[in-house]
Protein backbone atom coordinates (compact mmCIF):
# COMPACT_ATOMS: atom_id res chain seq x y z
CA UNK A 1 0.00 0.00 0.00
CA UNK A 2 1.61 3.16 -1.05
CA UNK A 3 1.30 6.14 1.61
CA UNK A 4 0.56 9.86 0.41
CA UNK A 5 2.32 12.60 1.91
CA UNK A 6 0.65 15.50 2.51
CA UNK A 7 1.49 19.54 2.70
CA UNK A 8 0.47 18.87 6.47
CA UNK A 9 2.11 15.79 7.00
CA UNK A 10 5.16 17.36 5.81
CA UNK A 11 5.33 20.18 7.97
CA UNK A 12 4.17 17.70 11.45
CA UNK A 13 7.90 15.85 10.67
CA UNK A 14 10.04 19.60 10.91
CA UNK A 15 10.11 19.88 14.48
CA UNK A 16 8.33 23.13 16.10
CA UNK A 17 11.02 24.86 17.05
CA UNK A 18 12.41 25.18 13.61
CA UNK A 19 9.17 27.67 12.79
CA UNK A 20 8.85 30.24 15.45
CA UNK A 21 6.43 32.97 15.15
CA UNK A 22 8.70 36.10 14.89
CA UNK A 23 8.03 39.57 16.41
CA UNK A 24 8.77 42.74 13.28
CA UNK A 25 12.44 43.92 13.71
CA UNK A 26 13.42 39.99 15.31
CA UNK A 27 16.50 38.38 13.78
CA UNK A 28 15.71 35.25 11.56
CA UNK A 29 17.49 32.16 12.11
CA UNK A 30 19.79 29.81 14.72
CA UNK A 31 18.40 27.19 16.29
CA UNK A 32 15.02 27.72 18.74
CA UNK A 33 14.63 25.22 21.95
CA UNK A 34 11.58 24.29 23.74
CA UNK A 35 11.18 25.11 27.27
CA UNK A 36 11.33 21.61 28.41
CA UNK A 37 14.61 20.51 26.74
CA UNK A 38 15.80 23.95 28.44
CA UNK A 39 14.97 23.10 31.46
CA UNK A 40 16.36 19.50 31.43
CA UNK A 41 19.58 20.67 30.28
CA UNK A 42 19.82 23.30 33.03
CA UNK A 43 18.07 20.96 35.54
CA UNK A 44 15.69 22.84 36.47
CA UNK A 45 11.64 23.25 37.17
CA UNK A 46 10.40 24.94 33.70
CA UNK A 47 8.72 26.69 36.14
CA UNK A 48 11.49 28.49 36.98
CA UNK A 49 12.25 29.76 33.49
CA UNK A 50 8.51 31.09 33.60
CA UNK A 51 9.09 32.66 36.67
CA UNK A 52 11.92 34.20 34.74
CA UNK A 53 10.19 35.51 31.99
CA UNK A 54 7.38 36.89 34.72
CA UNK A 55 10.12 38.74 36.60
CA UNK A 56 11.25 40.11 32.95
CA UNK A 57 14.37 38.21 33.50
CA UNK A 58 13.79 36.67 30.14
CA UNK A 59 11.93 36.96 26.71
CA UNK A 60 12.05 33.96 24.64
CA UNK A 61 10.06 34.25 21.45
CA UNK A 62 6.67 31.89 20.95
CA UNK A 63 5.79 29.78 18.10
CA UNK A 64 2.62 30.03 16.14
CA UNK A 65 0.99 27.88 19.11
CA UNK A 66 2.33 30.12 21.69
CA UNK A 67 4.62 28.04 22.73
CA UNK A 68 7.86 29.54 24.12
CA UNK A 69 10.82 28.87 22.21
CA UNK A 70 14.36 29.59 23.53
CA UNK A 71 17.13 31.29 21.16
CA UNK A 72 20.73 31.03 21.71
CA UNK A 73 21.03 34.17 23.11
CA UNK A 74 17.89 33.12 25.82
CA UNK A 75 20.10 30.30 26.59
CA UNK A 76 23.25 32.19 27.52
CA UNK A 77 21.15 34.57 29.28
CA UNK A 78 19.63 32.23 31.26
CA UNK A 79 23.29 30.66 32.02
CA UNK A 80 24.45 34.05 33.92
CA UNK A 81 20.79 34.33 35.44
CA UNK A 82 21.73 30.65 36.73
CA UNK A 83 25.19 31.72 37.46
CA UNK A 84 24.07 34.63 39.57
CA UNK A 85 21.81 33.05 41.45
CA UNK A 86 23.53 29.20 42.13
CA UNK A 87 26.86 30.56 42.45
CA UNK A 88 26.80 33.38 43.97
CA UNK A 89 23.45 33.50 46.01
CA UNK A 90 22.46 36.67 44.25
CA UNK A 91 18.56 37.03 44.59
CA UNK A 92 15.91 38.03 41.15
CA UNK A 93 16.35 41.81 42.38
CA UNK A 94 20.18 41.77 41.87
CA UNK A 95 20.03 39.71 39.28
CA UNK A 96 17.85 42.22 37.79
CA UNK A 97 20.87 44.87 38.51
CA UNK A 98 23.85 43.39 37.29
CA UNK A 99 22.00 42.04 33.55
CA UNK A 100 20.76 46.11 33.64
CA UNK A 101 24.58 46.96 34.30
CA UNK A 102 25.99 44.61 31.65
CA UNK A 103 23.73 45.92 29.12
CA UNK A 104 24.80 49.61 29.76
CA UNK A 105 28.65 48.42 29.74
CA UNK A 106 27.86 46.94 26.37
CA UNK A 107 25.98 50.41 25.01
CA UNK A 108 29.15 52.29 26.28
CA UNK A 109 31.20 49.91 25.17
CA UNK A 110 29.55 50.41 21.68
CA UNK A 111 29.67 54.15 21.90
CA UNK A 112 33.35 54.58 22.80
CA UNK A 113 34.17 52.65 20.00
CA UNK A 114 32.23 54.37 17.85
CA UNK A 115 33.64 57.64 19.33
CA UNK A 116 37.74 56.19 18.80
CA UNK A 117 36.65 55.45 15.28
CA UNK A 118 35.71 58.61 14.78
CA UNK A 119 38.34 59.92 16.09
CA UNK A 120 41.29 57.80 14.11
CA UNK A 121 38.76 59.06 11.09
CA UNK A 122 39.30 63.04 12.27
CA UNK A 123 42.60 62.97 13.37
CA UNK A 124 44.95 59.46 12.00
CA UNK A 125 43.27 60.07 8.48
CA UNK A 126 46.21 58.81 6.27
CA UNK A 127 48.90 58.13 9.48
CA UNK A 128 47.17 54.96 10.09
CA UNK A 129 50.78 53.62 11.00
CA UNK A 130 50.78 55.75 14.23
CA UNK A 131 47.21 54.98 15.46
CA UNK A 132 48.07 51.88 15.47
CA UNK A 133 51.34 52.21 17.16
CA UNK A 134 49.62 54.36 20.12
CA UNK A 135 46.77 52.02 20.28
CA UNK A 136 49.60 49.09 21.06
CA UNK A 137 51.60 51.29 23.97
CA UNK A 138 50.76 51.03 26.90
CA UNK A 139 52.24 54.01 28.31
CA UNK A 140 50.68 56.85 25.35
CA UNK A 141 53.76 58.49 23.80
CA UNK A 142 53.35 62.16 22.68
CA UNK A 143 54.88 63.41 19.63
CA UNK A 144 55.54 66.77 20.33
CA UNK A 145 59.19 68.12 21.18
CA UNK A 146 60.16 68.48 24.91
CA UNK A 147 60.49 72.54 25.12
CA UNK A 148 62.28 73.32 28.25
CA UNK A 149 60.79 76.88 29.97
CA UNK A 150 62.82 78.60 32.52
CA UNK A 151 61.11 80.95 35.04
CA UNK A 152 62.02 84.50 34.59
CA UNK A 153 62.81 86.02 38.15
Excluded at 18 to 36: C, Q
Excluded at 45 to 51: A, D, I, M, S, Y
Amino acid sequence: MKRRTTAKTRTQTRPRAERPRRAAGEKSGGNFYHISSVAARFNIHPQTLRLYEREGLLKPSRSCGNTRLYSEEDVRRLEIILNLVRDLGVNLAGVEVVLNMRAKMERIEVEVQAFLESFRREFFSGREEEFEARKRSLVPVSSAKIVKVEKAD
